[in-house]
């Protein structure tokens, strides 16, 4: 079982776009930074099934539980609520023609995925977020 986190308030972390560069990988920066998609089944966290901690992989913002954590069949890690609800921001989009709602950490706005109304009980949600936009710790 994971760790309780108490999540205080959020201070914004401000970055150039050139830390951000030197901070994370490519693949998290185009992410994070750009709104970019992972391909589907190719992150080690959607197979991860150890008790612990997903953190926000720009900034280490604790972002989501495996408490939270299923399989949802969609290729990448899906959580059916964040571990407190001031940690996201959302907006929407309408990049596919269909409006979705994008989810970003609300400390360093780094892009994580978005979340759809077809998830689990209790919450219906289905946050579908990008494995190289999280660092995962183990409890």
Known sequence: MPPKVEIGPIVK?????DEWKKL????AYK????????????????????AGIYHC?????P??????????????PSFWQPIDP???ESRTDFKLFIPRTEVHCARCGG????????GPKPT??????????????AS
């Open 86 to 88: 001031n940690v996201i």
């Open 124 to 137: 219906g949600l289905r946050y579908c977020i990008n494995g190289v936009a999280l660092k995962f710790v």
């Open 13 to 17: 972390v401000t970055k150039t776009d």
């Open 111 to 118: 892009h994580q995925g978005h979340v759809f109304k077809d």
């Open 57 to 61: 992989a720009g900034c280490d913002l």
């Open 31 to 50: 992410v994070l930074r750009h709104e970019d998609t992972e391909r589907a089944f190719t992150s080690p966290l959607h197979e991860n099934h150890v």
């Open 24 to 27: 994370l990988s490519l693949a």
């Open 63 to 76: 972002l989501f539980s495996s408490e939270h954590k299923y399989d949802s069949h969609t290729g990448w």
